[in-house]
């Protein structure tokens, strides 16, 4: 077998190739230009979509939805999904939340893989910070080790063996996505 018949002639490949790019040449030319379109592509979400968007990803229960749903601006939830009180629900309303096994941390996780002091919530303004206070088996965010993370809705915290998720304000979200 020559080269030829294997992949065709050279003649016949520069002829396609043209007529193909000819044809692209006029597909091209028949597509808007893009500054036409600009304004339409802005696409808004509403506060329903974005609790549903939340429960997709990380099975949240129709009461935790109503729960995520009544959020107030500047709030925020975790939620257990992993750990000895799964399903438990933790409101985050102050500038400091404190989580560890001493039981006057405001989130109270009574487990030996909990440090006493082990890590703290912070907020700043209607954003949420998590922070190690220097734990023993450390703190996640999304999987990894972390000293300090800002949080975003339906990430995964996880304090000893207890994983949490981590759901924003709704208004919040549509305040944010409105900019």
């Keep these: 077998m020559t080269d030829n018949e294997d992949h065709g002639t050279a003649d016949g490949n520069d002829a396609e190739a043209q007529a193909d790019g000819a044809n692209a040449t006029q597909h091209i030319d028949r597509l808007p230009a893009p500054e036409q379109h600009r304004d ?10 974005a609790a549903q968007l939340a429960a997709l ?30 399903g438990a629900r933790f409101l985050l309303d102050a500038d400091l939340t404190t989580v560890g096994r001493h039981p006057e941390a405001d989130i109270f996780l009574d487990d030996v893989t909990v440090s006493r002091r082990h890590a ?21 965010f999304d999987g990894v080790r972390i000293d300090t993370a800002l949080l975003s809705d339906g990430a995964e915290v996880q304090v000893g063996k207890f994983r949490l998720t981590f759901y924003a304000s ?7 996505a409105g900019r």
């Design 40 to 49: 339409d592509a802005t696409v808004t979400y509403g506060d329903e979509f």
């Design 57 to 86: 990803d990380n099975d949240a229960s129709p009461e935790e939805l109503d729960a995520i749903a009544a959020l107030p601006s500047g709030s925020a939830l975790l939620v257990v999904r992993r750990g000895p009180n799964a």
């Design 120 to 140: 703290e919530f912070l907020r700043h303004g209607t954003a949420f910070e998590v922070k190690d206070l220097g734990s023993l088996n450390g703190t996640y």
């Design 170 to 176: 709704r208004l919040d979200l549509a305040h944010l």
